[in-house]
């Protein structure tokens, strides 16, 4: 079956770096777009990050020219270089599959937290 599995999270201080990766089995990797998800205490789930297929990205404007999403379809794996972090980037943050004919996600990670704090 389809899994998504995230690593890569943890504590840092603001103005530092991590990069998350989710490893993904069970389905044809590189015909499927792909997204990075966030939530914070309190507050609903957003899209911080999406790339298609053809590598075409998407960024919300909160993290665009800190974060950058990526592919590499022979290891089954989608990354997100997070440079210059701040306090509010705090959040656990999930990648998923994005189903081709609805375009919605339909498979999620069991996300990895992300910490920014001094």
């Known amino acids: 079956q389809v899994q998504l599995v995230e690593s890569g999270g943890g504590l840092v201080q603001p103005g530092g770096s991590l990069r998350l990766s989710c490893v993904v089995s069970g389905m044809d990797f590189n015909i499927y777009a792909m997204g990075w998800y966030r939530q914070a205490p309190g507050k609903e789930r957003e899209l911080v990050a999406s790339?298609?297929?053809?590598?075409?990205?998407y960024y919300v404007d909160s993290v665009k020219g800190r974060f950058t999403i990526s592919r590499d379809n022979a290891k089954n794996t989608m990354y997100l270089q997070m440079n210059s972090l701040k306090p509010e980037d705090t959040a656990v943050y999930y990648c998923?599959?994005?189903?081709?004919?609805?375009?919605?996600?339909?498979?999620w990670g069991q996300g990895t937290q992300v910490t920014v704090s001094s």
């Open positions: 790339i298609t297929s053809g590598e075409r990205t």
């Open positions: 998923c599959r994005y189903q081709i004919t609805t375009r919605r996600p339909d498979y």
